[in-house]
């Protein structure tokens, strides 16, 4: 798919949303198609983190390994985005990510993103203010997990 | 919010008998009773709750979470964490309790018609809400839209299992389930409730939600509706005090000016939002 089509895709995604044009060319010049199997791994917990994902149809656990067992602490969903560690470095992933149904999704090359956003700050800020609410989002819903509401002594 | 006529004597247990005892999951069953005083009828209201005694060990207010359509036959989902909960769980056909009740509010199911219905149910939370899903199923055609949402612990501690598939599979109806963890075996969602919410399809200007489950949940919950813009006064939750006689008298379940038990336990959160915010409550 050529990368104009690739822009417009981006424009039209909810976390891209409110991109002006210039910029979602910037980004669509990072990125690519991408297509996983069902039971496909998309990356490994430690491998580094040059690549982040904008799920547009699919499913993907993201998963700690450990002991034989894989436990799930979050899936993700269409217009969800996978493997935030792109962000912060040492740049590794902190967890596997598995597709659980064929999955397509858009690539976007954290490195070349990198670059772009040291060379053109009002685009980091964009993407900044994007990804840090995605963050504290997913913290807050780490810390309702970790909090354990219907555990054990519950009794609603 | 609606208010039933008390019990002609509401602190005299009526004498019931264990008709089935079905564990739901590792630390939770549900067990239907019959009276055994020749009194058929048992009316209550989607959201109230009944006093049961097992005798020798106690009384403990739980939910009625059976068909209001099915009078005769009382439902509740017990989870055994204390001494009489345990010995609830232990309860065979043939056994008799006492029950007072019905007490409290209900659901405001009839008052939701002509909009969209949200039931938001957080693990043994369902159990309460589970007769309002009943009321609100045989009255479909007078909703826009139910959507049904529920978080548990994980996939083993999912309450009404089978049921739940059933309502997901009935047209006009949405229903999504969420766990906090899963093994690698789980087809489901993993995330907090709050995910759901903000997936779910409804109008916030135009539906009445129902939340129960455990107060942290409830709080992040509202929250939730709150950003997409639904009104307090939409919102509704049952609340969980300690509740001793189910009158209003005893003040243990005293919250600020209310009595649980007897103004609640569901209540519009616009009543209860200042109220909430008192830590010492």
Not at chain 2, 56 to 79: F, N, W
Not at chain 2, 265 to 271: E, I, N
């Amino acid at each position: 798919m050529a990368k104009k089509d690739l822009e417009e895709i981006i424009a039209q995604e909810p976390f891209f949303r409110g991109l002006n044009a210039d910029f979602c060319k910037t980004i669509a010049r990072c990125g690519k198609h991408v297509r996983f199997d069902k039971g496909q791994i998309i990356y490994r917990q430690g491998d580094p983190a040059d690549t982040f994902y904008v799920i547009r149809h699919g499913y993907v656990a993201l998963e700690f390994p450990g002991g034989g067992r894989a436990m799930v602490h979050q899936t993700l969903h269409d217009g969800d985005l996978a493997n935030a560690e792109w962000l912060v470095a040492p740049y590794r992933c902190l967890w596997d990510a598995r597709a659980v149904a064929a999955t397509v999704a858009i690539a976007l090359d954290a490195a070349c993103l990198r670059g772009k956003c040291d060379d053109d700050h009002d685009l980091g800020y964009e993407l900044m203010k994007r990804f840090v609410p995605l963050v504290v989002e997913r913290l807050s819903h780490a810390k309702l997990q970790a909090l354990d509401v219907y555990g054990e002594g519950s009794t609603t | 919010m609606a208010k039933s006529p008390l019990p002609a004597d509401p602190m005299l247990p009526r004498r019931f008998r264990v008709v089935e005892n079905t564990r739901e999951t590792v630390d939770t069953y549900t067990f239907s009773i019959a009276a055994m005083d020749g009194v058929s009828e048992f009316s209550f209201a989607p959201g109230q709750f009944n006093m049961l005694y097992l005798f020798g060990y106690g009384e403990v207010p739980i939910s009625i979470c059976g068909d209001p359509a099915q009078p005769g036959l009382l439902v509740h989902t017990v989870r055994a964490t204390g001494s009489v909960t345990q010995a609830f769980a232990s309860l065979k056909a043939g056994d008799m309790i006492g029950v007072r009740g019905p007490f409290g509010s209900s659901w405001p199911v009839a008052a939701a018609e002509g909009g969209d219905v949200l039931i938001v149910a957080g693990g043994l939370g369902l159990a309460p809400l589970r007769s309002a899903i009943y009321r609100l199923l045989a009255r479909e055609g007078r909703y826009r839209r139910i959507v049904i949402l529920y978080g548990a612990r994980s996939p083993d501690t999912i309450l009404f299992a089978e049921e739940l598939k059933r309502w997901r599979d009935q047209p006009g109806i949405s229903c999504d389930i969420t766990v906090d963890y899963a093994d690698a075996n789980w087809q489901g969602r993993v995330g907090v409730i709050t995910q759901l919410i903000a997936q779910a399809e409804f109008d916030p200007q135009q539906v009445v939600a129902l939340i129960c489950g455990p107060e942290i949940m409830m709080r992040f919950s509202v929250a939730a509706l709150k950003s997409l813009g639904v009104s307090d006064a939409s919102i509704h939750v049952s609340l969980e005090r300690s509740m001793k006689c189910a009158l209003g008298h005893c003040g243990h379940c005293q919250f600020g000016p209310l009595f649980v038990c007897k103004d609640g336990p569901v209540l519009p959160y616009d009543q209860i939002a200042t109220l909430l915010g008192v830590a010492e409550l």
